[in-house]
Structure formats: C-alpha cells, structure tokens
C-alpha cells in the first residue's frame, strides 16, 4: 500500500524514475489483485513517459568515445558507448570531459516523454607543441633550382670571358710591343684596353654570379612556394640581352 500511494505521488511529482521503482514493488504477486493491475498498468504507461538521452562527442571531424559525462558530482557515463540513458524531466547541465581536452558544459531542457534524445559535444583539437608533435612527418620544403642554375651559368660565362679577353688582350699587348711600341696610336691602344676592360668586366660577374648561386642554394625558404614570386627579370632584344636579380641580402 505504502509503495502504491508513493509511486502516485512521485509520478505526479516528475519523478519518474523512483516512481517506477516503487511501481516494480507494488506490481509483485503478493499484492493485492486491485493493487498490482493499477501498478502494472502505471508501469507501462510510464515506460513512455520517461525521457531518455544519448550522449556524443566530436572533434576534428571524429568521434569522441573515452569521454566522461556528468551530472554535479553523479557520473553519468564513464566513456560514451551510443547507451541511451534514462533521466526524469527537467534541466540539466551535463559536463563532458575529455582526457585531453577543456571540459564543455550543456544546459539542456529534457521533457516528459522525450525518449532518445541526442545530446553532442564539439571540441576544438588542441594544438600540439613542437615537441609533442615531432613524431608527425614533416613536409619537405620543395626547392627551385632554377635561380641556382641560372647564376652558376652566368658565373661561368662570366669566368670564362675573363680568360678568353684576358689572353686576346695580353695577345694584343704582345704584338704592340713587337711592331709598333712606343710609338702606337691610340686606336690600338684603346683596342687593347678594352679587352682588358672586358675581360674585368667578366670576372666581376662571374664572381658574383657564383656567389648569388651558393647563396640561394644554401639559404632557408621561410615563405610558402605559392606566395613568393620571381625576383629576376629577363629582357631581350635584337642587339641584346639584359638579365637582372632584385633582391634583400
């Protein structure tokens, strides 16, 4: 009798879950016949009534399952499984925690007869450190050549003009010397001077060339490929070719 008034009250009340307990109790064959049909049929009814949630968690796409869920102090979950979980009506805040994340905490309204409700917590992905993230494989910076090559072949042109005018002035010198020193004019002396000119000329480009080769070989790309452009301008024409590098050393 004292689990028949009680489950009334409790029921009419909101509180569902003892209201069944004590309707289990009273729906015992050693009640009375009146007693236990009232308590079998509230029971059934009541199988509907009460609300129930299904809880989840994601992040980065995936989902989440060693997640713990509570109520206050109550553990409601210990890891998420897709078990749905059944509660009296009323407010809530659940408390999701993951093992290596921030906590999320949702206020919910349950209502009587809300049955399966599903209930999502979104994390952010935590941002690894350095070292933590050192096992991931990094991507290797893609490198141009192009530069590289460039100044290698101008640097080696530019050598190579060095010793080419080189000999063809000391070869011009020579034969001034033999036919007509001191008493050469100054078209063959200007003739002379410009390939020495010439061949100075070929040695500072060839020399720098080379070293804006090593440089752009053994120097860090901080940019990505995609945002960089080409410093180095191209023009040519029918008398010649013009080739310049802008740049920050």
Request: charged fraction near 25%; proline fraction near 5%.
């Amino acid at each position: 009798m004292q689990a028949y008034e009680q489950a009334q009250e409790q029921r009419q009340s909101g509180k569902l879950l003892e209201a069944r307990a004590q309707l289990d109790v009273c729906a015992q064959d050693a009640c009375p016949e009146f007693i236990r049909s009232d308590c079998l049929n509230w029971h059934d009814e009541l199988r509907a009534e009460i609300p129930s949630v299904v809880f989840a968690a994601r992040s980065a796409g995936r989902d989440l399952s060693e997640v713990r869920v509570s109520l206050g102090q109550r553990l409601l979950a210990a890891r998420i499984n897709g078990e749905a979980i059944e509660l009296d009506p009323g407010e809530y805040d659940f408390e999701f925690q993951p093992s290596d994340m921030k906590p999320v905490t949702q206020h919910v309204l349950i209502s009587r007869g809300e049955r399966n409700r599903l209930l999502r917590a979104e994390f952010a992905p935590t941002t690894l450190s350095p070292a933590a993230d050192s096992t991931k494989p990094v991507a290797q910076e893609r490198r141009t050549w192009l530069l590289p090559g460039i100044f290698a072949g101008v640097g080696v042109l530019g050598l190579t003009g060095f010793v080419a005018f080189g000999a063809l002035g000391h070869s011009a010198e020579s034969e001034l010397e033999t036919t007509c020193s001191p008493h050469c004019n100054q078209d063959q002396i200007a003739n002379v001077r410009t390939k020495y000119t010439v061949a100075d000329v070929s040695l500072l480009v060839g020399v720098g060339s080379l070293g804006l080769a090593s440089y752009f070989v053994l120097r860090k790309d901080h940019e990505p490929r995609a945002a960089q452009r080409l410093p180095l301008d191209v023009r040519a024409s029918a008398r010649d070719l013009s080739l310049s590098y802008q740049g920050a050393f």
